[in-house]
């Protein structure tokens, strides 16, 4: 069974950063694409993030494109978001997610695998 754990969320002031982090276990971390979404309050789950199986494509949602990094340590299995300029639009729970292919998603249903989510917080 594929595991992920989120963490590196926290508040912070905007204009500030903050790099998540997302640990992948139980499963062949190079055979899967990644993603970051978020969900802020009443709202719907909103793609933010995507990187390809081996690093060489990503794709980012136009609201962060210019201000966040998705990049992945395949010895690590591990996946990153880098987020600087944060703005107060930001705050959310950002959740990680793994899709069995080499290819990028940007649908929720393009993914299997979940992590529990990490609160990020931006102050104005």
């Known amino acids: 069974q594929v595991h992920l754990v989120e963490s590196g969320g926290g508040l912070v002031p905007a204009g500030g950063s903050l790099r998540l982090s997302c640990a992948v276990s139980?499963?062949?971390?190079?055979?899967?694409?990644m993603g970051w979404f978020r969900q802020a309050p009443g709202k719907e789950h909103e793609f933010v993030a995507a990187?390809?199986?081996?690093?060489?494509?990503?794709y980012y949602a136009d609201s962060v494109k210019g201000r966040f990094t998705i990049s992945r340590d395949n010895a690590k299995d591990t996946v990153y978001l880098q987020m600087n300029s944060l703005k107060p639009e930001d705050t959310a729970v950002y959740y990680c997610?793994?899709?069995?292919?080499?290819?990028?998603?940007?649908?929720?249903?393009?993914?299997?695998?979940w992590g529990q989510g990490t609160q990020v917080t931006v102050s104005s």
């Open positions: 997610a793994a899709r069995s292919a080499q290819a990028m998603g940007v649908m929720i249903d393009d993914y299997g695998y």
């Open positions: 990187i390809s199986w081996s690093g060489l494509s990503t």
């Open positions: 139980g499963g062949t971390f190079s055979n899967y694409a």
